[in-house]
């Protein structure tokens, strides 16, 4: 039950229009604006060669889009 909460629609709208809110602010507020803890975290990619602290490093290899845990697992774990 809990895999089809999390990938249900309702918590891609959720995220789509927190991104936007957050993406509509002065670049001066967008660092304190992205959550730090809990289960959605966000960073800020000013250079890519440089990853944020506490950015999983598999995460910049991501093409920007919504993933579930399954597409993660496989990010996170490239097959041999």
């Known amino acids: ?15 789509t229009l927190s991104t936007q809110s957050i993406a509509h602010l002065p670049v001066a507020e967008l ?20 990853l944020p602290a506490g950015m999983p490093a598999f995460f910049a290899a991501l093409a920007p889009g919504y993933y579930g845990e399954g597409d993660l697992e496989a990010a996170r774990d490239p097959p041999f």
Do not use: H
């Open 1 to 15: 039950m809990s895999q089809e909460l999390i990938e249900a629609p309702i918590w891609k709208q959720l995220l």
């Open 31 to 50: 660092q304190s604006a992205l959550p730090t803890d809990g289960p959605v975290q966000g960073w800020l990619v000013s250079d890519p060669a440089r």
